[in-house]
Nanobody, 122 residues
Framework: HVQLVESGGGSVQTGGSLTLSCTAS????????MAWFRQAPGKEREAVAR???????TYDAPVTGRFTISKDNAENTLLLQMNSLQPEDSGMYYC?????????????????WGQGTQVTVS
């Protein structure tokens, strides 16, 4: 069974930091397109950042310079390092994956999803 499991969410003060992890089972992180999405209450889901099977990174939400997406291939894990967190960063964060080296910001592109981890900034 192909699965993604997120962890690392929590509550943090404005300006603080968190690191989210997404561990994959049943597929290989290194060669897949992977992404982080987030959704705040009453708002639509949005792409935060993507990393392709070639290792290229793209930041879609206004997080450039504060967030870093990366892969730990040895642990088959996707990471999101979040610094200088702001209240507007709050929401449920989802890990997503697709068997493709190329990446898209469209949620429909992804075929594998995690259950989500909550991030609250206040």
């Amino acid at each position: 069974h192909v699965q993604l499991v997120e962890s690392g969410g929590g509550s943090v003060q404005t300006g603080g930091s968190l690191t989210l992890s997404c561990t994959a089972s049943g597929h290989t992180v290194s060669t897949n397109c992977m992404a982080w999405f987030r959704q705040a209450p009453g708002k639509e889901r949005e792409a935060v950042a993507r990393i392709s099977g070639f290792g290229r990174t793209t930041y879609d939400a206004p997080v450039t310079g504060r967030f870093t997406i990366s892969k730990d291939n040895a642990e088959n894990t996707l990471l999101l390092q979040m610094n200088s967190l702001q209240p507007e960063d709050s929401g449920m964060y989802y890990c997503a994956s697709v068997t493709s080296t190329a990446c898209s910001a469209q949620a429909a592109w992804f075929t594998i999803w995690g259950q989500g981890t909550q991030v609250t900034v206040s």
